[in-house]
């Protein structure tokens, strides 16, 4: 099963309940996939063994072959190419921008002459570990590097389904968010009572029952704030799987980078619960179909 | 003219606290809120919309089933897995490069128009609002930010404003990137966490990788003095100057719930604090 942990609003408690999760279960597959902003190593402290590389093909012209058409400037939806066409006694010459180029191919494929082949650009690294019983996996986005998604997809490629898969989603509602959490079987959205937290629940449920995937919401400081995120997930049937209540010692624990579970197990058994309700949640859909 | 980007890095760390509370203390300003997929400054600043566009942007092939063989060569050209095994299209991972539609072998492939979304114009008792709501489940928010900054510099000059005061998202992919372009001062808003420390770190290299000055905030700073510290040196070494530490206080969330910001919500340390981070960045 592959359960992704999101939010829309930032800052809610996303990793807290991802990584606290996967630390209360056995046999996980930790994945982070907020490649822009990776924080769960920073608490799992994991042992990292290995190291790829992650590369988007980006297009390189043979200034020999190419006449200066403007097929590939034609055929690229992202810009990335311009062609300044040659003049009497002068080259023209075909100019690449690699940080507008989604990587499609179109460009090569449909080169009249063949004169453009692709070449790896490099846009971040994956990095593949271990903690104890948990294999542990993340990307990191190149910095000044503008597309998420291309890592993303690289990242989930690790994916495992011999065990449970934990991914921690990045913030938002728009691309990186869609790729992280689209085939996953449920989605824990964590939100805070607040009417910021609330305006961006109400968004990533819109985003999830979209991609048809079962979800279910953590509010975590639960206590400060109001209760109309509890009567927006009662208005529309959507589970409220845990709450947290605000504390600062789960506040302290997290600025150091200490899973609260380790500091105090009796939370161990909170998260083994979410689980469970996650379950239960999941195979009651599953049985309805 | 002067525009100041509110960024963080990680989420969540008090960006539109402190961007809402400067649209109260700035004079003749406009407000923008960068965070299109996660709008959430409209709540404190309550606009009236005034004017509404779509926002039209990138494209999804469409195959039509009348023309369609199911040769399959769309389907192994793809990047994106985005022909599904019954030749329909997945939109959600279609990336719009339009290369089915040039190479399918029976014109069956068309691209079609997104709407992704919209942006408004809009009156609030601050000032002027530009802001955008993105598509559900759409794509190219690094656009949309470039339009609606484009649409409030415009208004800024046409109304000889002073500020262009941005809100910005979280992350330092396409949409800070096109948040930050060409500001005059990006404000990082942080917390004293390990997390808030990395992900500021590499929000400011973002930032340098594209020559925007920089300065910084702690929020709830008080969570963890020692972290605070820490990323105290970390500006000191980098001449970044840190500009306001806003102690933790629950009237912040007390005034996020009535929907003000907080230095109209109450006489409070925090409040004074943020009256003070605006006077050290005009």
């Not at chain 1, 271990?130 to 989930?156: C, W, Y």
């Not at chain 2, 997390?195 to 500021?200: C, K, P, Q, R, T």
């Not at chain 2, 000055?213 to 970390?234: G, H, M, P, Q, W």
Request: proline content about 4%; glycine content about 8%; charged content about 25%.
């Amino acid at each position: 099963m592959i359960i992704s942990v999101a939010s829309g609003k930032g800052g809610t408690g996303k990793t807290t309940v991802a990584v606290n999760l996967a630390l209360s279960l056995k046999n996980i597959q930790f994945i982070d996939c907020d490649v822009e902003e990776p924080n769960a190593h920073l608490f799992l402290k994991p042992c990292i063994k290995d190291e790829a590389r992650a590369y988007i093909p980006v297009p390189e012209v043979d200034e020999a072959k190419c006449v200066y058409c403007g097929k590939c400037r034609d055929v690229c939806a992202y810009h990335a190419i311009a062609v300044l066409p040659g003049s009497e006694g002068k080259k023209g010459s075909t100019l690449i921008f690699p940080h507008l180029c989604h990587g499609c191919g179109a460009c090569s494929l449909l080169c009249p002459q063949g004169a453009i082949k692709e070449v790896n650009k490099e846009i971040g690294a994956i990095e593949i570990g271990e903690k104890d019983t948990m294999q542990f996996i993340h990307g990191r986005l190149n910095v000044g590097e503008a597309m998420s998604p291309p890592l993303i997809r690289q990242v989930k490629k690790y994916i495992n389904l011999t065990r449970t898969v934990i991914i921690d989603a990045p913030p938002g509602t728009s691309c990186p968010v869609i790729t992280t959490v689209k085939d996953s079987d449920f989605c824990v959205l964590v939100t805070e009572p607040t009417p910021f937290g609330l305006n961006d629940l109400i968004l990533a449920v819109e985003v999830l029952r979209k991609l048809q995937i079962s979800l279910g919401v953590v509010i975590n400081r639960c206590d400060i704030g109001d209760g109309k995120v509890e009567s927006y997930c009662k208005k529309e049937n959507i589970p409220i799987l845990m709450k947290i209540p605000f504390s600062r010692e789960i506040a302290v624990s997290y600025s150091e980078g200490v899973p609260i579970v380790e500091k105090d197990i009796s939370y161990q058994e909170k998260f083994i619960n979410l689980y469970l309700n996650i379950c239960g949640i999941k195979n009651e859909a599953d049985s309805r179909h | 003219m002067k525009q100041i980007v509110v960024i963080s890095g990680k989420g969540g760390t008090g960006k539109t606290v402190v961007s809402g509370s400067f649209a109260a203390l700035a004079k003749n300003k406009i407000m923008v809120d960068c965070d299109v997929d996660a709008a959430d400054l409209h709540l404190l600043l309550h606009p009236a919309v005034k004017e509404r566009h779509e926002f039209r942007s990138g494209q999804t092939a469409v195959i039509d089933k009348k023309l369609c063989t199911k040769c399959g060569k769309c389907a192994s050209a793809c990047r994106f897995q985005a022909i599904k095994d019954d030749f329909t299209v997945e939109c959600f991972s279609c990336e719009g490069c339009a290369l089915c539609s040039h190479i399918c072998p029976h014109g069956a492939i068309h691209m079609e128009e997104n709407v992704a979304g919209e942006w408004f114009v809009s009156d609030t008792e601050y000032g002027p609002f530009v802001h955008a709501k993105l598509g559900i489940a759409e794509e190219n928010s690094g656009k949309l930010v470039a339009k609606i900054r484009q649409i409030a510099k415009e208004l800024a000059e046409k109304q000889t404003l002073d500020y262009v005061i941005i809100d910005g998202p979280p992350g330092i992919g396409c949409p800070v990137i096109a948040s930050l372009s060409g500001v005059d001062c990006a404000l990082i808003v942080t917390e004293p966490t390990l997390s808030g420390l990395h992900d500021a770190r590499r929000v400011m290299e973002v930032a340098k990788h594209f020559n925007i000055s920089v300065k910084l905030v702690v929020n709830k700073y008080d969570l963890n003095t020692a972290v605070t510290e820490k990323i105290e040196a970390f500006c000191r070494e980098r001449d970044v100057p840190v500009v306001g530490k806003i102690a933790f206080d629950k009237a912040v969330v007390e005034a996020l719930v009535e929907g003000k910001t907080i230095v109209e919500y109450a006489a409070c340390l925090a409040a004074d604090e943020v009256k003070n981070i605006w006077e050290r960045l005009r």
